[in-house]
């Protein structure tokens, strides 16, 4: 089976810089995403990162470690809008190839 | 604009009543997918289905039972609402299940069994 850990919150400042980790157990899957999700809405896809090393897109980035069963999601230049729960997930190899997904992390970005 | 919608959005109902929530989809996608999420619990599957004919149970499914009318359409029944199902729910698609086939989410519905 899966499991995925988060911190459940974290804070930061407008214009800073955050990571957000996420440590795994899995007996394998195809790779690592990240969902946000703002308070009231719906889940959104904002990364994937199929092999190890970084991703980058525009002011999110995100990391894959497999040997190290480790992963996080950087976000740079903060705002306040990117105060919202962020999820990772991973896609089973086995069954169906369910997405699980995280606890989640809740940040809030202050003035 | 290709959706996933989700009916109702907010439904207040009691203790032992059947209730039906309804999930369409215009992206055309073969895989659905009905979640739950509880605060602090993330989410969770509940069932999901590869297409009409394909229906499986997912990490939660107790209580709950689904029906796939069509390719676009999703419905999840619970038999005999009770208290601890209150939640919010979300009705997901994705085109394929490998590798980087993100999930599209409706707006949720958010229960509440009084």
């Known amino acids: 089976g899966q499991s995925l850990e988060q911190p459940s919150e974290v804070t930061a400042v407008e214009g800073a810089i955050v990571q957000i980790n996420c440590t795994y157990q899995?007996?394998?899957?195809?790779?690592l995403s990240w969902y946000q999700q703002h308070d009231g809405g719906a889940p959104t896809f904002l990364s994937y990162?199929?092999?190890?090393g970084l991703e980058e897109t525009g002011r999110f980035s995100s990391f894959l470690s497999r040997s190290d069963s480790y992963g996080y999601l950087l976000l740079q230049e903060l705002q306040m809008k990117d105060s919202a729960s962020y999820f990772c997930?991973?896609?089973?190899?086995?069954?169906?190839?369910?997405?699980?997904f995280g606890t989640g992390t809740r940040l809030l970005v202050s003035p | 604009d290709a959706d996933v919608t989700q009916t109702p959005r907010n439904r207040i109902t009691k203790t032992g009543k059947r209730i039906m929530l309804e999930c369409s989809q215009t992206?055309?996608?073969?895989?659905m997918y009905w979640y739950r999420q509880d605060p602090g619990l993330g989410l969770r599957l509940i069932y999901y289905?590869?297409?009409?004919?394909?229906?499986n149970k997912g990490e939660i499914s107790d209580g709950y039972s689904v029906s796939r009318q069509a390719q676009a359409k999703f419905s999840l029944s619970l038999e005999s609402a009770i208290p601890n199902q209150t939640a919010l729910y979300f009705c997901?698609?994705?085109?394929?299940?490998?590798?980087?086939?993100?999930?599209?989410f409706g707006n949720g519905t958010r229960l509440t069994v009084t």
């Open positions: 289905s590869f297409d009409v004919k394909d229906i």
């Open positions: 990162n199929a092999l190890d």
């Open positions: 992206k055309g996608h073969d895989r």
């Open positions: 997930a991973v896609r089973a190899r086995t069954g169906f190839q369910k997405l699980v």
């Open positions: 997901a698609t994705s085109d394929q299940g490998q590798g980087n086939s993100p999930l599209h």
């Open positions: 899995t007996s394998g899957f195809y790779g």
